[in-house]
């Protein structure tokens, strides 16, 4: 047993005022370090960013490196703690502090030296390697000092005679209060207000304040520790080590699992937030400053009963989540919906930490204790950054951790007793389940349109797995080795799972299907999709829900329904391929758009592009680089023809214009190409390369047919703004920005910085378009306020229309050191050729027809002859004739008829066929007014008619060019400055 004397060299009592000291010293020193430690994140993933294309993926890694680090400098505490005598500990940590300052004041956590010499960014391969190596020398020592602080200092004041050192587990929560202070403080305070170069002097300021007040702390715990050995400590005096109860390994493991389930959440809430929204820390800041709040309160002597509701909260918002991600029903605010993801993290933060404050161990373990909390956080970022995106197509770790929350924290409620009764209505839960679920795929069998045996076919598999484990659960109840209880852990969420594939599948049943849309969607004004889903995915939750007293049983249910539902959607057709790499998860898929079959590019619930697969139309740019929009009024304006130069001679000569396109996505911007023409794409991920460029199996064409007609394509991979700069000065004539990363154009790409190298990479006459298409953030005001910075024209369209096959609404921002270049757009008058194209476009869309007035001449005489002309032909004659040949046509009936007229009139649009391209010349004399009529204002009688029934500016007359405004309060922006939450437009 441990003495209960002090040396007497160090005196036994403390006074008063000296308590009244203590305190506030220590409490300060960790309150410091804790702001510092968390206003280093935001800064050092601002910095990072531009070298790896902004994308989400920095964020997260960065975060595994500082957690990293933060489970070695609670190492070192533990250590240090446990081996070293007061003296050493005081000795070793003022040496780590020196050295930290001394690469502080090396690097300032300065990356471009780096990155320009011995570590140049990768190009080809993962980044996460280069990303924690240049972390580690930049910012490695000085984090770790900092990170040593809180279980040190408590530590240290646990030595001391203060009244409160007894359970220094409080000081804890002042910690937290400084990182979660420092989080939100950066986007609202920092950012708008010190550029980066003043926010590394910040930082160096702080640590320096931090390494006094350390020292401060390290003197004060010395005075009352033995000159020689240490003496002992008020834990020990107030609970001798006979009396402290000895961990276990259980007791660790399940400190762990606490602490890693609401690290992986809140990275997992990250991701799923940055890639719908932008990469930018305004968005990365709320989870992390939530996930610290809950350490605050729960560590703050919080009465036990409020952890106990967040408790009760948390199989609550947990169901209501998943139903959201499952479904991807969600509110139709996007800051309501954020604030359900944000609301269950905090909740189960605030569960799973609660837990953790409840379960601390004596001080004696204090720097153990946070020594494994701290591993846990660090599993949880191996397990979201490093382990998910090699395991995973999806971001399934979110709702992974999710499960593991609710299965972790304490039952809710008393448990049921076991009883018979209890029995026969769980029997009657598995019997309703299997029973109903074979019901409904009998009755999606019985449907004429698809074969009776497809739809057991899709899960024979399946149904055979789910009888074998049902017949082994039952048979291992029944010799004893299964409690009954615990067999329907595992048995009520199978069968849960079986019910939602049933309901999945029979409510598409022509039985049910026309009850449901009919009687109960069109009655709530719901749709099919929003009834089935509830039905569906909603009730089996909802039933989950009743398994609040099982922990386990609610996490299996609900992660019941999740598989379920993947299973099912897995059978979509549409779906070619799902793939995730570092800077997201890219999904291809296969869809009718305007009756013709399309390929789409989507990442996150963002459209990166898509292509026509049908013949005559694989060439169409098409979503935001239509020809009718913005860019393409740029590339047919400004670019349609040849440009004046000067060759290696001197002499004056004439070629095609030069195009660079940062951001490759589906190829779109190839269609533009023509024999002979050189455009570069800047890229930095791999996946999309492949998918679109010159991977083994290419899912978009637009590259490939380009180079088929002779266009010299080539690409250049790593981040575009480092690619560009290597671009020898004045060789573009069109410089295309659209990196999209998800929903945003990474901040970097828009800096004064980043235009001034796009300038000097222009022609004297050249154009930088920038696609500022954004749900969340004006952009606009940025760009303007950088071209009036750098005195040049600039232009801004936005386009909503999207009545062409399609096309999508975009905005787009022209820049230009010449007046000249921009004159074409600045034309209100439409062109001859815009005009035609207008008509042509209009003479595919049969709505038109029955709103011209009858003129004798005009578009609806076009389009009926060339659907009769089309009505004529053999083929499609054919296809009609497959459609049968009722008695009386109903409307259903001629609805087919026509979307086979108006393909084949779409067809013939876009043919290069000699027999089509003479029809539309026979139709074009005939009926179409003389182009260079319509483009005067009001002229020609079909256009005056169109105008009068409001068709022409429905069927999409091109959006004017304006000059935008400038916006002080957005500033300048610049790679040391960028004020986000002015751009805000939500």
């Not at 081996?83 to 930290?100: D, E, F, N, T, Y």
């Not at 005679?161 to 979660?180: I, W």
């Amino acid at each position: 047993m441990a003495k209960n004397t002090r040396n007497s060299s160090s005196p036994a009592i403390s006074s008063p005022t000296e308590n009244g000291t203590i305190l506030p010293i220590f409490a300060a020193t960790i309150f410091t370090s804790a702001t510092i430690l968390f206003l280093v994140q935001p800064m050092v993933g601002k910095i990072l960013l531009p070298y790896l294309g902004g994308t989400p993926a920095v964020w997260n890694t960065c975060m595994l490196f500082f957690q990293a680090l933060l489970l070695a400098g609670y190492s070192y505490s533990h250590w240090s703690t446990s081996r070293l005598s007061p003296q050493m500990q005081v000795k070793v940590h003022m040496a780590v502090l020196g050295l930290a300052l001394l690469v502080l004041l090396l690097f300032r956590f300065d990356i471009e030296p780096l990155a320009k010499g011995i570590l140049p960014p990768p190009t080809e391969r993962n980044p996460i390697a280069w990303l924690l190596e240049v972390l580690l020398i930049a910012a490695g020592l000085p984090f770790f000092a900092v990170s040593t602080s809180a279980p040190l200092i408590q530590r240290w004041f646990s030595k001391t005679p203060h009244p409160q050192a007894q359970d220094p587990y409080f000081l804890y929560a002042a910690s937290n209060l400084g990182s979660m202070l420092a989080l939100v403080g950066y986007p609202f305070v920092v950012e708008p207000n010190l550029t980066l170069e003043m926010q590394r002097w910040v930082w160096l300021a702080g640590f320096s304040l931090l390494a006094v007040l350390t020292t401060t702390c390290g003197y004060t715990m010395l005075r009352f520790a033995a000159s020689n050995d240490e003496s002992p400590s008020v834990e020990t005096q107030a609970t001798p080590d006979t009396e402290t109860p000895e961990l276990t390994w259980g007791q660790r493991l399940r400190w762990v699992m606490l602490a890693a389930v609401p690290s992986s959440l809140m990275l997992g809430a990250t991701t799923y937030m940055t890639t719908d929204i932008a990469a930018i820390p305004l968005l990365w800041i709320p989870p992390l400053a939530l996930y610290l709040l809950s350490f605050i309160l729960v560590f703050s002597r919080m009465p036990s009963f409020v952890v106990s509701a967040f408790n009760i909260l948390l199989p609550l918002t947990a169901m209501l989540l998943i139903f959201m991600l499952v479904t991807g029903i969600r509110p139709p605010n996007i800051l309501l919906s954020i604030g359900v993801h944000l609301l269950v993290l905090f909740v189960a933060a605030m569960a799973c930490h609660g837990l953790l404050a409840r379960e601390r161990p004596a001080p004696k373990y204090l720097t153990e204790f946070y020594l494994w909390m701290s591993a846990g956080g660090v599993l949880g970022g191996i397990f979201n950054g490093l382990v998910a995106p090699l395991a995973f197509y999806g971001l399934a770790e979110y709702p992974i951790a999710l499960l593991a929350a609710c299965a972790l924290c304490s039952a809710t409620g008393t448990q049921v007793a076991e009883t018979a009764g209890t029995r026969r209505a769980e029997w009657g839960l598995v019997l309703l389940s299997l029973i109903g679920s074979l019901i409904l795929f009998w009755l999606r069998s019985l449907d004429v349109e698809i074969p009776s045996y497809s739809i057991w076919s899709e899960y024979y598999l399946f149904g055979a797995v789910v009888a074998g484990i049902l017949a082994w659960l039952v048979v291992s109840h029944l010799s004893g080795q299964l409690q009954f209880a615990t067999m329907m852990d595992m048995m009520l969420p199978l069968c849960i799972g079986v019910l939602v594939l049933g309901l999945l599948t029979g409510t598409f049943s022509d039985m049910l299907f026309t009850s449901l849309k009919t009687k109960i969607a069109d009655k709530f004004g719901l749709s099919f999709s929003q009834v089935q889903s509830i039905l569906a995915l909603g009730v089996p939750l909802i039933i989950c829900f009743t398994f609040v007293d099982r922990p386990v049983r609610l996490a299996l249910g609900a992660g019941a329904v999740i598989l379920a539902s993947t299973l099912y959607h897995s059978h979509d057709s549409g779906m070619i391929t799902q793939r995730r790499g570092f800077f997201g998860v890219l999904q291809v898929e296969s869809r009718m758009e305007d009756g013709m079959a399309a390929r789409r590019l989507e990442h996150g619930t963002t459209l990166h592009g898509m292509q026509f697969m049908e013949s005559g139309w694989m060439d169409e740019p098409l979503t935001y680089y239509h020809r009718s929009g913005p860019i393409g009024q740029i590339v047919k304006q400004c670019f349609d023809g040849r440009v004046k130069d000067t060759g290696a001679d001197g002499k004056p000569i004439e070629r095609l214009p030069r195009l660079g396109v940062i951001g490759l996505g589906t190829g779109s911007m190839a269609a533009y190409a023509k024999p002979d023409q050189e455009m570069t794409f800047f890229d930095i991920d791999p996946m999309v390369r492949s998918f679109s460029f010159d991977g083994a199996n290419l899912y978009f064409g637009y590259v490939a047919s380009a180079k088929k007609r002779g266009a010299k394509l080539d690409i250049r991979m790593g981040d575009a703004r480092i690619r560009m700069a290597n671009e020898p000065d004045g060789h573009y004539d069109l410089i295309v920005v659209d990196a999209f990363s998800s929903d945003a154009i990474p901040v970097h790409l828009i800096t004064l910085e980043a235009l001034r190298i796009y300038i000097n990479k222009l022609t004297p006459q050249g154009i930088v378009a920038f696609h500022v298409s954004n749900r969340y953030l004006d952009l606009v005001p940025v760009l303007a306020n950088l071209a009036k910075n750098e005195n040049l024209e600039i232009r801004y369209n936005s386009d909503n229309r999207e009545n062409w096959s399609g096309k999508t609404a975009s905005s787009w921002v022209a820049l230009s050191k010449s007046k000249e270049a921009m004159a074409p757009l600045d034309s209100e008058k439409m062109l001859p050729e815009m005009v035609k194209n207008i008509h042509l476009g209009l003479l595919g869309l049969p709505s038109f027809a029955s709103l011209t007035p009858g003129t004798g001449r005009g578009l609806a005489y076009s389009q009926d002859a060339l659907r009769n002309q089309a009505g004529g032909e053999e083929e499609v004659k054919a296809k009609i004739a497959e459609l049968g040949k009722p008695e009386v046509k109903t409307p259903e009936f001629k609805a087919k008829e026509n979307a086979i007229l108006d393909k084949r009139v779409q067809e013939i649009l876009v043919s290069d066929k000699n027999d089509d391209i003479r029809l539309m010349a026979i139709v074009q004399s005939r009926f179409l007014e003389n182009p260079d009529v319509m483009a005067q204002p009001g002229g020609g009688f079909s256009a005056m008619a169109l105008m009068l029934a409001g068709v022409t500016q429905k069927a999409g007359a091109p959006a004017p060019w304006t000059t935008p405004e400038t916006k002080p309060s957005v500033g300048l922006w610049t790679d040391d400055y960028s004020n986000l939450l002015a751009t805000w437009n939500r």
